[in-house]
Each structure stands twice: as structure tokens, then as C-alpha cells.
């Protein structure tokens, strides 16, 4: 069944799970960064080590928790809040709240030659519930700090509509040094509407030294905020309530926007269910 | 069916997936003058543009068009509507613009200070009532390669939505030297109008030097402020949005009005409520 009145929207909220993530500094202005390899709640994640990955489907340690619902019955986004804990950490939203579908590792940081991967097949979880991509992005996490070097990374994947031989480079410059957590999000090709799955990266140079892991995330929710300290409080009207398919792998990226001081970031997230 | 109340809303989520984008806005920015997103790389990648003066009508209807946010129709007898639309400019803030692009054209002679003719294609039916007579339609120069050291006038004769020809407009914002790829000139209307049916010629004072420059026609579907860098204002969602109609075959582009000169990247969503 699906929700279709406010009522059965209210009737459906499941209960809050908390966000506390503390946050380190020294994250380069206007990147994203990950909450995935950062504790204490959900415990901090962890990488695959090969390149061709692993696909992921809940319970993930590093995700939000999550229960798929019972029945017939449907998950969408029913409340989320971000908050930063300091206006001068640098961290505010916007964050995305996404559903991590894959992740690998192993990746040569000093190699520029095309590194082979051949990505398992992703869950059904691409922006309609399927596995074909569509809706479903690439982004760079740096699970160790990297070496001082601005590479531009390439990446070949198939698109969601199965052609082969696609490419995408990051979308933000690579900061030199690097710190962990930091996410580069790779570009579509043209006409591209998402990945279904990756076939190689490749580094313009090398990057010296650190651990660099590729993802693929369906963006769930975007949320902004007009103030650096402010909540960013969304509710099932104006989320719009997106679908989470059952075995989500749920966790929030966030924006460096000016500092790169430590603090945290605290939230809350809740589903409901119809 | 109209969404007519906060059930019809909710019951229409989820019918078209949520849109991510996620755009690098690289060339030098102007404070205050408008910049496209159109043909610039990222999430989605970028668009390309006609080569033919009367250009090409855009739809999205039978498959989406290169560099859009993507749309789809809705099912059965279903209407769609803007029930959140956010965005922030991670350079300096400014104003974002989620536009419909309805018709674009290109070929014209840069160079050239005659009166070049246009005779556009028939625009869509998405003009401010889903028709073609294009109420609430707006026409604007985009560049799409950097424009050589000169800043002529541009004038555009065209049919109002009213269907009276011989209508004339300039350049809102004042042209500069050498524009680069992106930079976006928005043309006036003619006092009484509301809105462009057709386009019949465009005009240079001078010559541009060199580059390359096209005309575009947009509808406005919604607009929010990035206050600050990174910062996003009050969403337009669907009741400080107001649930603007999006048709079938939207085209759906970003257009900025930057607060200074600071590239940055240009990130948020969409999402349709369809009912």
C-alpha cells in the first residue's frame, strides 16, 4: 500500500533515531564530507577493501538503523533534522541524506593508469526501486588522508539505461592533502541519468598516499538551512516524503562551508510507514 | 485530477522520483548577472544548443533533453506540480531559478549589426496556462562561448502572448566585454506585455567581436535565495512555493544571479508532486 492522506502520514511515523557525529577539522572549504567513517551515532563505518566492491543492503554498521516495514506496507522519509552543534565548526548544511547502495576499496592513489572494476550488481534501490541506476551517483571518499596533489579522477561506468563506456570526472577539484571524509561527487555524461554500474577509475596523477573509496548513493533528501547554527527541520509536506526501499543503508554527507574547526553535527531521523 | 488539498499532495509524492543536481559554475561570475547552468558539466551533464536561427522547440516528453533536470510525465490524466524546489551557490549565495526552457536557437553571426532572422519554431504548450501563446514566456541571450571585448545592445522583435507582432525589447541587464560561456542576458518586454508568442529577429549595435551566442525562451517555475555561500533560504515548497503547474514535456534548468564574483558549485532538488 502507499500513504496517500496526512492522516496515515502521521499514523505511520515510526520512532526517531538520533545522529551525533563528531566532526574533525581540517576539511577543505566547499566539499562535501562523509558521516559514514565518523562516530559515535550510528557507529562510525567501514570500506571495503577490493575494487570491484561490495553491494550493500541493511543492517550496514556505519547506517542508520534500519527495519525494513512489515506487510504491505511502504518506508518513506517522514521527518529529518540536521543541526550543526557550532556556527564556526564550518559545518552547516546543506546535507544529503542518502542511500549508500555500494563501496569499494583498494584503490592505487599512486597509479594513473586505468584501475579495473567490475562492481557487482547494485540493490534494488535506484530512484523507482530497481537496480538499473537510475537516480544513482558517484562520489570519492577519502577514508585516509591523502598526499599533497590535485589529481582529476575519471571514472567509466555504464549508465542506468545500460550503454557502456560512460565517463564522469569529480565535480569539485580534489583538495590537495586531503582530508578523511572528504567526498568528491563524480559527474554524469551527458544525457546520463544515473550509474548502474563502474568499470574503471583513473587518477590524472598521483596522489601519493592515502585511501580513496568509490561509492554509489541515491541522494534520498537535500536539506538547507538559512543560518550556520540553526536546525534544518523537514517534515513529511515539505520532504515530500521520498520512498526508502526496503534494506536502506541510510547516511548524511555534509557541506564545509567556511572553518574547518571540530564540532559535531546532531540530527534526527524518522520514516514512516503506509 | 488538481492537487486541491493537503491529501491530493501527499498522495501525489513519489509519483516522479526526487531530483538531485549538482553543477561546477567555473567561468568568471559577474555580481548580479545572470549565469546558466545549462551547458556546464556535473549532475546532470551538460546540455548543447541549436545551430539553426529558428531554433528548436524543447520537450521532454519523448526523451529527456541533454543537460536537463530530469521530468516525466505523469500517468493517466495526472497533473504536475513544483512541491519543492531548494538550492544553495556554494560561491557567494545569490538568487536561484528553476526555469522551463522551452525553445533555444543558435547560428546567429556575432559579428553582424543586422537585423538577423529568426522566425522561431512554434514554442510548446507550456506557457503560464499550458498553452502556446506564451504568457509568462521570457526570452534571454545565453552565451555559450566566451564573447569577445565589446558590450553591444541587443534588441528582439517579437509576438506578445496577446499574438500582436512588431514588439520590441532590449537587454535587461547591461552587456559586458567578453562574457564568458554561461553568462546570461535576460530581455526585456515591452510595456504591456506579458509574455513572448514568437521571436522574428534579433539585433546587435555592434559587433560582439567573436564567440558564440544563442536566444532562449524560459518560463520562471520557481526562485529561492542562497543568502550566503552554502547558504539556502526558505525552500520554495508547495505552499511557500505556491504549486506552479509544470507541464508535460517540461524542461526543467538553473539559472543564477550570483552575489559576486566566486565560482562555486550550484546544489540542491526538485521534486514533483503528481496527481
Known amino acids: 500500500m502507499t500513504i496517500t492522506t496526512l492522516a496515515a502520514a502521521i499514523e505511520g511515523l515510526r520512532p526517531s533515531y538520533p545522529i551525533i557525529k563528531s566532526i574533525p577539522g581540517n576539511h577543505s572549504i566547499g566539499v562535501f564530507g562523509t558521516l559514514w567513517n565518523l562516530s559515535p551515532q550510528p557507529p562510525l563505518g567501514s570500506y571495503d577493501a577490493t575494487l570491484d566492491g561490495v553491494a550493500l543492503t541493511a543492517p550496514v554498521t556505519g547506517a542508520i538503523p534500519w527495519t525494513d516495514p512489515d506487510g504491505s506496507n511502504r518506508a518513506y522519509l517522514g521527518r529529518l533534522e540536521i543541526t550543526p552543534s557550532r556556527a564556526d565548526i564550518g559545518v552547516v548544511v546543506p546535507a544529503i541524506l542518502a542511500d549508500r547502495l555500494w563501496h569499494n576499496g583498494g584503490i592505487d592513489v599512486t597509479s594513473t593508469s586505468a584501475q579495473s572494476i567490475t562492481s557487482p550488481t547494485w540493490p534494488a534501490r535506484d530512484e523507482v526501486g530497481q537496480a538499473n541506476g537510475r537516480g544513482v551517483f558517484l562520489a570519492l571518499e577519502v577514508s585516509a588522508a591523502m598526499g599533497a596533489a590535485t589529481p582529476t579522477i575519471t571514472v567509466e561506468y555504464t549508465n542506468s539505461d545500460g550503454v557502456a563506456g560512460r565517463t564522469g570526472t569529480n565535480i569539485f577539484p580534489a583538495p590537495s592533502s586531503a582530508a578523511a571524509e572528504t567526498t568528491l561527487l563524480i559527474s554524469l555524461q551527458a544525457g546520463d541519468r544515473g550509474v548502474r554500474s563502474v568499470q574503471s577509475i583513473t587518477l590524472s596523477a598521483s596522489w601519493l598516499s592515502g585511501t580513496i573509496n568509490l561509492v554509489a548513493f541515491r541522494p534520498v533528501f537535500y536539506a538547507v538551512d538559512t543560518a550556520t547554527v540553526t536546525s534544518s527541520v523537514y517534515d513529511v509536506i515539505t520532504a515530500c516524503m521520498p520512498e526508502l526501499y526496503d534494506g536502506s543503508v541510510l547516511y548524511v554527507m555534509w557541506h564545509n562551508r567556511s572553518t574547518s574547526n571540530a564540532g559535531a553535527i546532531l540530527g534526527s531521523f524518522q520514516p514512516t510507514w503506509g | ?275
Open chain 2, 1 to 275: 485530477m488538481a492537487i486541491a488539498s493537503v491529501d491530493d499532495l501527499i498522495a501525489g509524492f513519489n509519483q516522479m522520483p526526487p531530483q538531485f543536481f549538482h553543477k561546477a559554475i567555473t567561468p568568471t561570475l559577474v555580481s548580479g548577472r545572470p549565469q546558466s547552468s545549462w551547458g556546464l558539466g556535473g549532475i546532470p551533464g551538460g546540455g548543447s544548443f541549436d545551430t539553426t536561427l529558428a531554433g528548436v522547440a524543447l520537450s521532454s516528453s519523448s526523451a529527456l533533453v541533454n543537460g536537463q533536470i530530469p521530468f516525466y510525465n505523469p500517468s493517466g490524466t495526472k497533473l504536475s506540480y513544483l512541491s519543492l524546489f531548494n538550492a544553495i551557490f556554494s560561491g557567494v549565495g545569490g538568487r536561484i531559478l528553476l526555469v522551463d526552457r522551452l525553445w533555444h536557437n543558435g547560428g546567429f553571426t556575432i559579428t553582424s549589426g543586422a537585423a538577423q532572422t529568426v522566425d522561431s519554431a512554434t514554442f510548446p504548450a507550456r506557457d503560464a496556462d499550458g498553452a502556446t501563446s506564451g504568457k509568462g514566456v521570457l526570452l534571454g541571450v545565453e552565451i555559450s562561448s566566451a564573447a569577445g571585448a565589446a558590450a553591444p545592445t541587443i534588441t528582439v522583435s517579437y509576438t506578445n502572448s496577446a499574438g500582436t507582432s512588431g514588439r520590441s525589447a532590449t537587454n535587461a541587464f547591461a552587456t559586458a566585454n567578453s562574457p564568458g560561456a554561461g553568462a546570461f542576458f535576460p530581455i526585456g518586454l515591452q510595456a504591456g506585455d506579458v509574455g513572448v508568442r514568437s521571436v522574428q529577429s534579433l539585433t546587435l549595435s555592434a559587433s560582439w567581436l567573436s564567440g558564440t551566442m544563442n536566444l532562449v525562451a524560459y518560463r520562471i517555475l520557481a526562485e529561492v535565495a542562497s543568502p550566503g555561500a552554502s547558504l539556502g533560504g526558505p525552500g520554495a515548497d508547495a505552499l511557500r512555493g505556491g504549486l506552479p503547474r509544470m507541464y508535460d514535456g517540461t524542461v526543467p534548468s538553473l539559472l543564477l544571479y550570483p552575489n559576486g564574483t566566486t565560482a562555486g558549485y550550484l546544489s540542491g532538488q526538485m521534486i514533483v508532486a503528481q496527481n
